[in-house]
């Protein structure tokens, strides 16, 4: 393991200011009401395609964000819950080593990058994947005329053969990296916002660097509902979710 | 003289250009972006401009993002005091219906007669000169009618002028939307309960207990993105402690899911368990708000056994939760859609809305208050939704002939009103029927003449949010991009008829365009002192006005309702009654309000219709929830199709067996079934509509469109239903795996 994550540094450029940051994303799972506003932002910030009803008829789904919906209990005393699903992000990822031309690389800043023109679709890193957030574009994606007025122009449309997921906006954290850089300054707390983040009635969704001490990310990481899915496979994600809770009254 | 023009220029005047061609009059209007742009614009470099989503009537702020003329994301205003920067799927979808490759891109006449689809293109003069003609030719201008429906509230302010001032009668204003968020029940209630017709604000982020009587306020109840802020706030806010939750419905709704506790009743039986709570609180001296014995008056005649069995919530239950909502510092109770769809619907949301008097939350933090009215004297006219009474004397009329020129805005009534209600009969016996929709519609292709109004994207206009924020607040809407198409705004339609017939009406719309009416209206606030900005001149309030995408004072202003003599006297018990017969049809029908296609309206977008339903994660399609035991009662499993019978008709769909409904409910999606309404809405799923009662709240006159009974009768079919999740695990974390 430690001889992999050194060949993996290898392959990092020299150290620069983002290289001590760690974009982290906190999902409370108090506040979140399962509403869905997160997916179609993500929609429509990263130029996801569509299934359509006969793929999503066979289970498949192109989202870079799902709301999962677990059910406890049987009637009458049943609850359902709700848990926000995305690329986690993972700092020990399950889905790096598998790629056999580097399409899925870590980038300085702790985030799983994925080269769209690198990939060759082996699909490796959606089967290593825990978490199953990496979706595959089996089909050219399809926007009727004048749908394509939609897409945003800081993100590349997918062709078909290639795996995508949640970046988690990195064309934001790129453009509010480079607005502070010209200003002389470093990135502020709160000042990046992924679609989701910006976008969550509730303030479910909080995001930030987990290495800055004061970031409101790295102050919920530490709050006692804090915890990460499936942390027993020891992949290291950068979501954090916050567990749900009770009242007694 | 040839002179070199620079570069920077030649982009001035191009602005300019496109600038001057927003207005069907030769005039220059700027655009007020969001933020100002430096001096130094770049092609390519993005600009955002506020305005106001009109997916739903909440009357949220939202922020453009445009890149060389093109809307490209659509985020919430964060100067907006109701949305604070959030923003629902809906309204994120917004995008897909300006660039929906189904919009109409002129108006049209239907040449080979209603319903054969074959659209002729009219250049707008004729269309307007045909309409002008339909109109003064009408024997008596009481012959025009004006069904309306979503409309921002200047539209509404023009349009009843301008139908006054021609003597027809005023805007019928009826959706299916506001209908199953019971928005004229609501404003009925709170007529009587409060005196006033604006709605009540409940004050969820403070409060500690929240019972929610069939209010599915975090999906598309009322104001679902203020709403889902103050319950984020709610749970994990700067208010001290967790609050509690607990939702009163016979389906676990997405809302329910994020309650503390779920309690299902009987279909009907909302405002019984209000009563029962009433009644112990009353009883057993409850509380610390000191005597009862004001009150004591409005639940003398409650019996809390009779009420606990008609609604089949246990006295043990009723009693614990009295105790819950009595003991709560801040607590309060809201009356939901769900109530104002029941045939008595009225008297339901009245005791709940009595639960708050009795725990002394009226105008009390974490408590009621009321949406504050429209800030200024000039903008007062607003919509306020009309009931499905009205709605059906108007179907009557056209029916008996009384009616020659029908105008439909922003409403479906063809695929929104229950099928029964005979309103395509009715437009039939219409001679002339005009539609302003966007898109062909159900009732676009039912109509003459079809002159399509802009998406809300390119449009002008204001609204002032109903329920409101937590202060005097107008929406201002204005174009993002230019119109994309040679579509015309409705307002400029009306005025230009105002002008063309002179006299009263030009009188009444003395405005020579939808621009000048706006910056008038906009006006009267200059000069406010409670405002969040001014400006010294009325160009530079202006400016300020769509820079912030609206008006509102820069402090929260609560507004204090007082409560009217309705609670002197004891509280109605009515009993719910249901069309069809409990032996033949021994189920009760529970249609609700799909959280991305709304009552249907949503359904032309593809991102709506792929984003999944977030308690059964199904997609582009219509299911039939059922209770695992009816289910397997009947030998239904996931898939299976079965066919729901009503009084009234019949449909069939897949069965999604649901863990969280009474077993004698059968739950539909509203939503899909359309049959016209572009490429990506047709010919999926069934329009649950089509079974309901049209049979109303005879106190409110809303639609009851819960009061109908419904049979099962398995097909033998199976369809795959195109769901998110897998039925592998049904929905459960397990550690066995399948």
């Known amino acids: 393991m430690a001889q992999g994550a050194k060949a993996r540094a290898g392959l990092r450029p ?73 690329c986690q992000q993972c700092g020990e990822a399950p889905c790096e080593p598998v790629c056999p031309v580097f399409a899925t690389y870590h980038n300085p800043e702790g985030l799983n990058a994925q080269i769209y023109n690198r990939c060759i679709g082996t699909r490796f890193c959606g089967n290593a994947c825990p978490y199953k957030v990496r979706t595959f574009n089996w089909f050219r994606p399809e926007f009727p005329e004048p749908l394509t007025e939609q897409l945003n122009p800081d993100v590349t449309v997918r062709s078909r053969g290639i795996i995508e997921k949640c970046t988690f906006c990195i064309q934001r954290i790129r453009r509010a990296e480079l607005e502070a850089r010209a200003q002389g300054r470093g990135v502020a707390d709160g000042e990046v916002s992924p679609a989701c983040v910006q976008t969550c009635p509730p303030g479910a969704l909080v995001f930030g660097d987990l290495n800055d001490t004061s970031s409101r990310v790295s102050q919920l990481a530490h709050s006692r509902r804090a915890f990460r899915f499936l942390e027993e496979l020891g992949a290291d994600p950068a979501v954090i979710y916050l567990k749900g809770g009770e009242t007694d009254v | 003289m040839t002179q070199r023009i620079s570069r920077r220029d030649f982009l001035k005047i191009a602005a300019a250009g496109t600038a001057a061609g927003l207005s069907p009059e030769v005039r220059r209007i700027a655009l007020e972006p969001f933020v100002r742009p430096p001096e130094q614009v770049l092609p390519g470099q993005d600009t955002w401009y506020a305005s ?48 929906n490759p189904d919009r109409l891109k002129n108006a049209v006449r239907q040449a080979g007669g209603r319903g054969s689809r074959q659209f002729d293109p009219l250049p707008w003069a004729e269309a307007l000169d045909l309409l002008a003609e339909k109109i003064s030719t009408l024997s008596n201008p009481s012959r025009l009618a004006f069904w309306g429906g979503l409309m921002p509230d200047h539209l509404y302010l023009l349009t009843s002028r301008w139908l006054d001032a021609i003597g027809a009668p005023p805007p019928l204003l009826f959706d299916l939307h506001s ?99 009433g009644r112990i609180i009353v009883e057993e001296r409850l509380g610390h708000v000191g005597s009862h014995r004001p009150h004591a008056v409005l639940y003398q005649d409650v019996d809390v056994r009779e009420m606990a069995a008609a609604s089949e919530v246990p006295v043990e239950s009723l009693s614990r939760l009295a105790r819950v909502f009595a003991d ?57 939704g009309d009931s499905f009474e009205r709605a059906l004397e108007l179907i009557d009329r056209m029916k008996a002939g009384e009616v020659d020129l029908l105008l439909i805005h922003g409403a479906n ?55 409101s924020a937590d202060r005097p607040t107008v929406s201002s809407q204005q174009p993002v991009v230019q119109p994309l198409y040679d579509t015309r705004s409705t307002a400029e339609v009306l005025l230009a008829l105002g002008a063309r017939f002179g006299g009263k009406a030009a009188e009444a719309l003395p405005w020579p365009d939808e621009f000048a009416f706006l910056q008038e209206s906009a006006s009267a606030l200059q000069g406010s002192s409670l405002g969040a900005y001014d400006a010294e001149t ?57 959280l991305g296609l709304s009552d249907g309206r949503g359904a032309n977008l593809p991102w709506l219709q792929e984003m999944p339903d977030p308690m059964t994660t199904a997609r582009w399609a219509t299911w039939v929830e059922l209770n695992p035991v009816t289910a397997e009662s009947l030998g239904l499993r996931d898939d299976d199709v079965v066919r729901v019978v009503s009084p009234f008709g019949e449909l069939e769909a897949p069965v ?76 459960r974390e397990s550690t066995g795996g399948s």
């Not at chain 2, 909440?58 to 205003?77: H, L, M, Q, S």
Request: with cysteine; net charge neutral; glycine share 10%.
């Open chain 2, 179 to 277: 209908a199953l968020e019971g928005r004229s029940a609501a404003s009925r209630a709170s007529q009587l309960f409060f005196d006033t017709p604006e709605l009540p604000l409940y004050d969820l982020a403070r409060a500690e207990v929240t019972f929610s009587f069939g209010a599915n306020f975090l999906e598309t109840w009322m104001s679902p993105v203020s709403q889902n802020h103050a319950y984020g706030m709610m749970r994990q806010g700067q208010f001290g402690g967790r609050g509690f939750m607990v939702q009163f419905e016979p389906r676990l709704s997405a809302t329910a899911a994020s309650a503390d506790e779920w309690v299902p009743l009987r279909p009907g039986a909302e405002g019984f368990v209000a009563l029962a709570l």
């Open chain 2, 538 to 594: 009325q160009a530079g309030f202006w400016a300020l006005w769509r820079q912030h995408g609206g008006w509102w004072t820069e402090k929260e202003l609560p507004r204090e309702p007082e409560v009217t003599g309705i609670v002197g006297q004891p509280l109605p018990i009515v009993a719910p009654s249901f069309e069809g017969e409990a032996e033949t049809y021994p189920f009760h029908l529970y249609p609700y309000p799909s």
């Open chain 1, 14 to 86: 020299a150290p620069t200011d983002e290289a001590v940051r760690r974009w982290a994303m906190v999902v409370d799972l108090d506040r979140c009401t399962g509403c869905q506003a997160c997916l179609v932002a993500c929609h429509a910030e990263n130029n996801i395609p569509l299934a359509g009803e006969k793929q999503a008829a066979y289970g498949r789904w192109m989202h870079w964000i799902i709301v999962q919906r677990f059910w406890e209990g049987e009637y009458p005393n049943v609850k359902a819950r709700f848990m926000p699903l995305m």
């Open chain 2, 52 to 99: 106001t989503c009109r997916q739903c009537p909440a009357g949220c702020g939202i922020i453009v993002r445009v890149i060389n003329g093109r809307a490209r994301k659509i985020e919430g205003n964060p100067l907006h005091p109701l949305n604070h920067g959030k923003l629902c799927a809906r309204g994120q979808a917004g995008l897909q219906l300006l660039y």
């Open chain 2, 328 to 384: 709560a510092d801040q607590a309060v109770a809201i009356p939901g859609g769900a109530l104002a769809g029941q045939r008595n619907g009225l008297a339901s949301m009245l005791a709940v809305q009595a639960l708050n008097l009795l725990v002394a939350q009226i105008g009390r933090l974490g408590g009621v208050f009321l949406s504050q009215p429209a800030p200024s004297p000039a903008m007062k006219e607003t919509a306020h």
């Open chain 2, 413 to 467: 009534p063809r695929f929104e009103l229950p099928a029964a209600a005979g309103f395509a009969q009715a437009a039939a016996r219409v001679p002339f029927v005009v539609s302003f929709s966007p898109f062909v519609d159900e009732t676009a292709v039912a109509a003459d003449l079809i002159l399509p109004d802009h998406s809300y994207l390119e449009s002008w206009g204001y609204q002032i949010p109903a329920p």
């Open chain 2, 656 to 731: 999604v067996v649901y863990p969280g409904i009474r077993p004698d409910v059968v739950a539909i999606p509203v939503g899909q079934g359309h049959t016209d309404y572009g490429r990506f809405a047709e010919r999926r799923g069934r329009n649950p509509l089509e079974l309901v009662a049209p049979v109303t709240d005879p106190d409110s006159g809303a639609l009851a469109w819960g009061a109908t009974r419904v049979r099962l009768e398995p097909t033998g079919k199976k369809v795959e239903l195109a769901r998110l999740e897998s039925l592998d695990g049904a929905g």
